[in-house]
């Protein structure tokens, strides 16, 4: 997708969503990473569920870390992998509350140092949290990124690099959140909403019909 494509897309988006953000539900860095750490091949309206309850009794690291695996494992058990997720959690909280002086690292490297956090947590957290242009690549904005001939690539990793260099600056900071809402709700997996689409008329999508444009 060329450059004036790429800017009218974001364009359409931004017209469209002109505040995005996460769907997740925090009020804290800490609560935003326990939430997007839990959000690993979850859905966010459960992970809400779960939270709601959760940051009652422990929203802090330390909170987090005196709960436990064994405390902290009710609270989540409905979310897939829920084992190791509290593993990590409670590991996470115990690193904070004893290096990081009950803080969320500001950087990749300080983020990802932490026990479950990769890659795409961190652009999460940098990005939502901290307002740093990442984009965290996930399976929406994987697909709509090369579905529609923004950025293709064979990895996230790729497709992130790509999208970094694809995205004007003036649109960077929302277009993590852009792409995820536009691929959850209108360019889904399975029968994308090509008709009820923003973006359609500079979308590459090889089955895109003539008449939907």
């Not at 505040?19 to 860095?29: F, G, H, M, V």
């Not at 992998?81 to 509290?86: R, T």
């Not at 590991?91 to 490297?109: F, M, N, Q, S």
């Not at 965290?136 to 579905?147: E, S």
């Amino acid at each position: 997708m060329d450059k004036k494509a790429c800017t009218r897309l974001f364009t359409r988006l931004k017209r469209s969503m002109p505040a995005p953000t996460t769907e997740l539900e925090y009020d804290s860095e800490f609560e935003l990473l326990v939430a997007v750490m839990l959000s690993a091949q979850a859905t966010d309206i459960s992970v809400n569920k779960a939270t709601k309850t959760l940051f009652r009794v422990a929203d802090t690291p330390r909170a987090m870390a005196k709960l436990g695996v064994e405390g902290l494992t009710p609270y989540i058990r409905s979310i897939g992998l829920f084992n190791s997720k509290a593993r990590n959690i409670v590991a996470t909280a115990r690193i904070l509350a004893e290096k990081h002086e009950g803080e969320v690292p500001r950087d990749r490297r300080g983020l990802e140092a932490l026990p479950g956090v990769g890659r795409k947590t961190a652009n999460v957290v940098l990005n939502t949290a901290f307002g740093q242009p990442t984009i965290a690549v996930d399976t929406h904005i994987f697909r709509v990124a090369n579905r529609t001939g923004l950025a293709p690539g064979k990895t996230p990793l790729a497709v992130e690099e790509h999208l970094l260099r694809a995205v004007p600056d003036r649109f960077k900071q929302d277009a993590h959140h852009w792409l995820i809402l536009h691929g959850r709700y209108t360019c889904t997996a399975r029968s994308p909403k090509c008709t009820e689409c923003v973006i359609r008329d500079v979308c590459e999508y090889p089955e895109k019909t003539a008449c939907m444009i």
